[in-house]
């Protein structure tokens, strides 16, 4: 396992493997690592002949101060996690200034109003803080394939908007949602739950999953209308959002068509931790 601090000694590494012929995954993450992470480094390293894993908390996607100084920051145990893959992993766990040099600011991108739905509404300014790091990433690492998780969906269809924008010769491969045993989908976040929120977290996903059911019958209002319903009467999870929307424009309906592909997307606050799930509706 090698780890690098600094994209000068990383890049040498890389152009030797390019010059090898050698194919290169990136899996970027923030780190506090989980097995939702794990996935996505397996399938990876199955479809690569090497593979970068990115370990750094972006500070530019984060619109609540709060929220950075309270994001976990695991080194050791998360390349103790990755070992548990594979051992020739390389680390890039860089500080702030050897990704962003002198300005630590985000680029303001377009990517064609899908930045200001759902996710957008309530973190301004957080798709510009992803849409740098991510580009800057692929700049340093310029891998063959990256690969993200189907959790942050609205982010997935961001990247791939940004990498087809920007001409980025970069593979972008999704990856399914990883739960777990009683339906949470793994995050990070999620060892900062109490006992009682982590109790009470499943029913985030099993309201997703009675809405499919209803979408099936019912129209995508109504759906909207029944799960505000059940948060409202809900003693602990607050719910911030919950839409249909089409998977392509992020659009929320207001009636179905056919032909169109629908997903279920969620944010939900566990005392003061957001909580975000979504579920494919077809």
């Not at 939702?36 to 002949?49: F, K, T």
């Not at 972006?58 to 101060?65: A, D, H, S, V």
């Amino acid at each position: 396992m090698k780890i690098f601090t600094e994209q000068s000694e990383l890049k040498k590494e890389i152009e030797l493997l390019k010059s090898q012929g050698k194919t290169l995954g990136l899996v970027p993450t923030m780190g506090a690592l989980h097995k939702g992470h794990l996935s996505l480094v397996q399938r990876a390293l199955d479809e690569n002949d090497a593979l970068v894993v990115s370990i750094f908390v972006n500070p530019t996607q984060f619109n609540n101060p709060d929220d950075l100084v309270k994001y976990p920051r695991t080194l050791e145990r998360d390349v103790a996690l990755l070992k548990t893959a594979s051992d020739d992993i390389l680390v890039y766990a860089p500080a702030v200034e050897d990704v962003y040099e002198d300005k630590v600011e985000s680029v303001e991108y377009d990517f064609d109003g899908l930045e200001h739905k759902m996710e957008g509404k309530f973190r301004p300014g957080h798709f510009d803080g992803v849409g740098t790091i991510v580009k800057r990433l692929f700049e340093i690492v310029t891998p063959d394939n990256a690969y993200f998780g189907e959790k942050d969906f609205q982010q997935l269809a961001i990247i791939k908007k940004m990498v087809e924008k920007h001409n980025v010769p970069v593979n972008i491969v999704p990856c399914e949602i990883l739960r777990e045993d009683s339906g949470l989908a793994m995050s990070s976040r999620n060892v900062r739950l109490t006992p009682e929120y982590l109790e009470a977290s499943p029913f985030i996903y099993e309201t997703l999953k009675a809405s499919k059911i209803k979408f099936g019958t019912e129209s995508a209002k109504d759906v909207m209308e029944w799960v505000e319903s059940q948060f409202k009467n809900h003693p602990l999870l607050e719910l911030e959002y919950f839409v249909i929307a089409d998977i392509n424009t992020l659009e929320t309906i207001d009636n179905k068509k056919e032909n169109t592909l629908y997903r279920a997307f969620v944010a939900v606050y566990a005392d003061d931790i957001r909580l975000i799930d979504n579920l494919a509706l077809n």
